[in-house]
């Protein structure tokens, strides 16, 4: 897993009356078929903390900033999200985990798929024995 070819860079334009970033879905390495942003994360929570068996995401700090852990199973990074304009892609069968959530923090997800439960692989250990 190569961190730098995950990072997505959308369009940034800065004038005077401030900056506007852009998502046109052709940026994305999938067609969205959901959105959804996550908010008021208490201090000390995570989130995600699973890997989709088939649904691809790319995660965005809207606002504030959090840490974003990546394991295919073979190696782990972690990166830390504090740009609006700079997006994670998560492939299938990635674990990610986002932690250290800073105060007001927004983050944004388009995924490939619509919700299934059925689709998430929930026990770390699960999946490790899986990707090994």
């Avoid at 052709?26 to 994360?41: E, G, N, T």
């Avoid at 088939?54 to 700090?61: D, K, L, T």
């Avoid at 492939?91 to 059925?118: H, K, Q």
């Amino acid at each position: 897993m190569n961190l730098q070819d995950l990072i997505l860079e959308f369009p940034e334009v800065v004038d005077d009356r401030g900056s506007l970033s852009i998502a046109e879905f052709d940026i994305l390495p999938f067609v969205a078929k959901r959105v959804f942003w996550i908010y008021d994360i208490q201090s000390g929570k995570t989130r995600g903390g699973h890997a989709h068996r088939s649904c691809e995401e790319v995660v965005i700090a809207l606002s504030g900033s959090f840490d974003i852990y990546v394991d295919d199973g073979q190696t782990n990074d972690v990166v830390r999200m504090s740009s609006c304009h700079r997006g994670i892609y998560i492939r299938r069968n990635v674990w990610c985990e986002l932690r250290n959530f800073a105060p007001g923090t927004i983050c944004l997800v388009f995924a490939s798929e619509p919700y299934d439960s059925t689709g998430y692989i929930n026990d770390y250990n699960l999946y490790i024995r899986q990707f090994n």
